[in-house]
C-alpha cells in the first residue's frame, strides 16, 4: 500500500530530526576543540581510509578491515598514511601537553600510586616523553556521553581505568560491536583518534 501524504510528511520530518539531533551530537563534541584540528584530522583520517581499501562507500566493511588489519599488525604503515595526516599527528603531539589535548603525559594520566611504580623502572626524562591517549579527555568523553551503545561505552569506562591497553586488543574489541552501533560517529571518531592518530604519533618520525 502506497504511503499517504500525511505518512510521507511524517517520515521525512523524522528523517530531518534525526539528522539534525545527528550533527548536533557532533558539533557539541567539537566544541571541546578550539583550532578545528580535530575535524580536519577526522576528515584526513576518512580521505586516507577509503583511497586505501578502495570499497567505495561501504562504510563499515571499510573500517572493520582497517581494524582487522591493525589488530593482526598486518596494516602496511609505509602505503597508509597521507602526509597531510602525517603532519597532524606531529600537530598533536607537539600540543599534548595540556589536560584538553587528546594525549597527554603518562604521569599527569595516572594515578600518584600507579606512577610511582612506573618511576622504579623508568627515568624521570624518558616518563616525560612517555604520551598516554587522554580517555577521560572531553573530546572522548562527549563522544561516550552522546553514544547509545552501551558496549561502546564499556570499552571507554574500561580504558579510563587502565589506559595502557594495546592498540592490537582495542582494534580487537570494537571491531565486534555490531553494525548499528559500529557505523556510528561516535565510534568512527574514536576509531580515527584513539587507534589511527595513536599510531601515527609513534611512527611519525620515520616520514620526512
Do not use: H
Amino acid at each position: 500500500m502506497p504511503l499517504k501524504i500525511g505518512s510521507r510528511t511524517i517520515l521525512l520530518y523524522l528523517l530531518i530530526c534525526v539528522n539534525t539531533i545527528y550533527s548536533q551530537s557532533i558539533d557539541n563534541c567539537l566544541r571541546v576543540d578550539d583550532t578545528g584540528i580535530i575535524k580536519k584530522a577526522y576528515n584526513s583520517f576518512e580521505k586516507d581510509l577509503f583511497d586505501y581499501y578502495k570499497f567505495s562507500n561501504d562504510s563499515i566493511k571499510t573500517y572493520r578491515t582497517f581494524l582487522a588489519e591493525v589488530a593482526s599488525l598486518s596494516l602496511d604503515l609505509r602505503k597508509f598514511p597521507s602526509i597531510n595526516s602525517i603532519q597532524l599527528a606531529r600537530e598533536f603531539k607537539k600540543n599534548a601537553d595540556t589536560k584538553k589535548s587528546l594525549w597527554i603525559k603518562l604521569s599527569e594520566y595516572e594515578s600518584q600510586e600507579v606512577t610511582k611504580k612506573t618511576s622504579s623502572t623508568t627515568s624521570k626524562k624518558n616518563e616525560k616523553e612517555i604520551l598516554i591517549f587522554n580517555y577521560r579527555g572531553g573530546f572522548i568523553q562527549c563522544l561516550k556521553n552522546t553514544s547509545n551503545s552501551n558496549d561502546f561505552k564499556e570499552i571507554i569506562t574500561t580504558l579510563e581505568n587502565d589506559g595502557n591497553v594495546s592498540t592490537s586488543l582495542i582494534s580487537q574489541k570494537v571491531y565486534y560491536l555490531i553494525d548499528k552501533e559500529f557505523s556510528t560517529i561516535e565510534v568512527k571518531n574514536f576509531i580515527a583518534f584513539d587507534i589511527y592518530y595513536s599510531i601515527l604519533m609513534v611512527i611519525e618520525k620515520a616520514f620526512k
